[in-house]
Antibody, heavy 121, light 108 residues
Framework: QVTLKESGPALVKPTQTLTLTCTFS??????????VSWIRQPPGKALEWLAR???????FYSTSLKTRLTISKDTSKNQVVLTMTNMDPVDTATYYC?????????????WGQGTLVTVSS | SSELTQDPAVSVALGQTVRITCQGD??????ASWYQQKPGQAPVLVIY???NRPSGIPDRFSGSSSGNTGSLTITGAQAEDEADYYC???????????FGGGTKLTVL
């Protein structure tokens, strides 16, 4: 059974760096074809893809946010970490991690429950 | 273009058929995936590939594609199908992921 769960601070101040952790089970990110992405959703708005890390440590970032994002994995801990620098109130959103179907880069088969991050002073 | 466009809102009478569409240049080369999201919940994959349903998704959900448009069809909509629906695909220029703006489906 595949599960993913996001964790991190519920509140960050403007200009701070956000660090989110996705802890998963039921698969290994060292297995060929496995990919994990971060996706966010501001309140009442659409989903927005942020970043992806693959089993071979390839990394991909949203063009509009790439200068602020870093994604990494710890295969031994079954974790994927996303950092986002220089947080702003517009970054207030529910942040999800999700695993794609093997062989696909964009079909998100499993999702975490999401974690709401509020950016406010 | 690196966008996917969806109608903001669609309504359907209970038991009738509704089609939700998603337009974008990348859909000429890649199939859309479709997600259902109910309030306060994470999205759920309902359709992917040419017309594939994950286990547990009712067969009233189906997908199709033509040109730059992907479609999600619900045949015999049920009250529990009322939700937001999002399409997504790969950006035609590389390994980036696109999401549509979402369609709010109301079942009357």
């Amino acid at each position: 059974q595949v599960t993913l769960k996001e964790s991190g601070p519920a509140l960050v101040k403007p200009t701070q760096t956000l660090t989110l952790t996705c802890t998963f089970s039921g698969f290994s990110l060292s297995t060929t074809g496995m990919r994990v992405s971060w996706i966010r959703q501001p309140p009442g708005k659409a989903l927005e893809w942020l970043a992806r890390i693959d089993w071979d440590d390839d990394k991909f970032y949203s063009t509009s946010l790439k200068t602020r994002l870093t994604i990494s994995k710890d295969t031994s801990k079954n974790q994927v970490v996303l950092t986002m620098t220089n947080m702003d109130p517009v970054d207030t959103a529910t942040y999800y991690c999700a695993r794609t179907k093997p062989g696909s880069g964009w079909t998100f088969e499993y999702w975490g429950q999401g974690t709401l991050v509020t950016v406010s002073s | 273009s690196s966008e996917l466009t969806q109608d903001p809102a669609v309504s359907v009478a209970l038991g009738q058929t509704v089609r939700i569409t998603c337009q974008g240049d990348s859909l000429r080369n890649y199939y859309a995936s479709w997600y259902q999201q109910k309030p306060g919940q994470a999205p759920v994959l309902v359709i992917y590939g040419k017309d594939n349903r994950p286990s547990g998704i009712p067969d009233r959900f189906s997908g199709s594609s033509s040109g730059n448009t992907g479609s999600l069809t619900i045949t015999g909509a049920q009250a529990e199908d009322e939700a937001d629906y999002y399409c997504n695909s790969r950006d035609s220029s590389g390994d980036h992921v696109l999401f549509g703006g979402g369609t709010k489906l109301t079942v009357l």
